[in-house]
């Protein structure tokens, strides 16, 4: 069954680095989204990305965070400087059908959690 | 902003019963409703879904029931299975919206003692 990757599944790192995430999609999928999920609350969404561009974004998804589709298969999300509140599991999905085909359905991966010391 | 609210955060049931498991949302505009289950350490993993135009969809031991009017949403399982003991999340969506984000509530951990 196809699957969403994510790499790593585990990084800590101190306040004020810089953290890349990484998420293999689906390939025939053509939505793409990140959440984060802080420990012990909600699934939250933070941002949409189709054709190449954003979507929607949350108020979270401040001037901290970029996403990037590098190349076909990658999908990146980038916080420039950790703080401490960024600790969380992070989530990345992928989505085949436009919303026209009458289903809505979000494959997830396994997530990373982040750490910030 | 709780636009999708799972206000019971822990539900225990015996294995062989029937697990209820509730939502409400307040934003109308949605129209399409989800359940994903959550193990520790991984991703949530879609269950069943249902679409604003029906009241009811049946996948097995699993039946989503939505009253529109009342603004709520239901997933039962029956019978309960240990496997089943997971967080459940309830999510919806404005399906003709194209950017298709989920909106999530806030759990509910489901604990089916054999």
């Known amino acids: 069954e196809p699957e969403v990757t994510q790499t790593p599944s585990h990084q800590v790192t101190q306040m004020g680095q810089e953290v890349i995430l990484r998420c293999v999609p689906i390939?025939?999928?053509?939505?793409f989204y990140w959440y984060r999920q802080i420990l012990g609350q909600k699934v939250e969404f933070l941002v949409s990305?189709?054709?190449?561009?954003?979507?929607?974004k949350s108020e979270i998804f401040d001037d901290q965070f970029s996403v990037e589709r590098p190349d076909g298969s990658n999908f990146t999300l980038k916080i420039r400087s950790t703080k401490l509140e960024d600790s969380a599991m992070y989530f990345c999905a992928s989505r085949l059908t436009t919303a026209f085909s009458g289903a809505n359905v979000l494959t997830f991966g396994a997530g990373s959690r982040l750490t910030v010391l | 902003d709780q636009q999708v609210k799972q206000n019971s955060p822990s539900l225990s049931v015996q294995e062989g019963r029937i697990s209820i498991l509730n939502c409400d949302y307040t934003?109308?505009?949605?129209?399409?409703f989800l359940w994903y289950k959550k193990y520790p350490a991984e991703g949530p993993t879609f269950l069943i879904s249902i679409s604003s135009i029906k009241d009811k969809n049946e996948d097995g031991r699993f039946t989503v029931f939505l009253n529109k009017s009342a603004k709520h949403l239901s997933l039962h399982i029956v019978p309960s299975q240990p496997g089943d003991s997971a967080v459940y999340f309830c999510?919806?969506?404005?399906?003709?919206?194209?950017?298709?984000?989920?909106?999530f509530g806030q759990g509910t951990e489901l604990s089916v003692k054999p």
């Open positions: 934003n109308s505009m949605f129209d399409y």
């Open positions: 990305f189709y054709n190449n561009e954003i979507s929607e």
């Open positions: 999510a919806a969506s404005r399906l003709y919206n194209q950017g298709g984000k989920l909106i």
């Open positions: 390939s025939n999928h053509l939505y």
